[in-house]
């Protein structure tokens, strides 16, 4: 599943916010802090594959549902829940689950709940340009990785100047992929199910589960 859910880099445990601008960081705690806010988030979104010199074109939707740690993803035929302390992946048109203890994917690929938040450690950032998309300003900010070993070379990342809400992601790759996500639905505090991020093995008869701690 390396490059379905989404894109992008190596979380670093620190970063030297001096080399960093101070419009871009304040804008970026606004988006941390409004996320955070939240008891649940649930996201529409697009993933565009772009690679021109190779005349490739990916798009694929899904959608996310996200309370704390918790998050149920349908994304590319698959479905994801993590409840907190084990991640379930069911592929349907395989008949496979695969059950991790840790909320982790393929190095190089991230959840769309760390999305919201990835931004907070590992980059030197600084403001970009502004873009009227569709009536919306959209503030961008450039995210350049500290790790020199990085596959991906920045990260342009589109802000609603207005709602301080994520609107898309521009990761360019050090292959000449362009890798765009764009959020097409931004909700907040639905009412959900108690069970959303309950893996239910009943509902899986005859699927073959794999339990990766045990290989």
């Known amino acids: 599943m390396k490059k379905t859910v989404l894109v992008l880099a190596l979380i670093i445990s620190t970063v030297a916010f001096a080399q960093n601008d101070s419009k871009a960081k304040n804008l970026l705690n606004e988006v941390s802090s409004k996320v955070k806010s939240y008891e649940n988030i649930s996201l529409d979104f697009k993933n565009v594959l772009e690679n021109t010199s190779e005349n490739m074109r990916q798009e694929t939707r899904g959608d996310v549902v996200l309370s704390g740690d918790k998050y149920r993803l349908n994304f590319n035929g698959f479905t994801r829940i993590f409840d907190g302390k084990k991640l379930y992946t069911i592929v349907p048109s395989d008949n496979e689950i695969t059950v991790s203890t840790e909320d982790e994917n393929e190095e190089g690929d991230i959840t769309p ?12 950032y600084k403001m970009d340009i502004v873009q009227n998309i569709k009536g919306r300003k959209i503030q961008y900010l450039k995210l350049t990785p500290i790790d020199s070993n990085a596959s991906f070379k920045y990260i342009l990342l589109g802000i609603d100047a207005e709602t301080k809400h994520i609107y898309n992601l521009i990761q360019i790759g050090n292959n000449g992929t362009k890798t765009t996500l764009t959020v097409n639905s931004f909700k907040t505090n639905e009412p959900i199910s108690k069970t959303l991020f309950t893996f239910d093995k009943s509902k899986y008869e005859g699927y073959n589960i794999y339990n990766t701690d045990l290989d």
């Not at 709940?113 to 030197?124: I, R, W």
């Open 113 to 124: 709940s760390k999305m919201l938040l990835f931004y907070e450690t590992g980059f030197v």
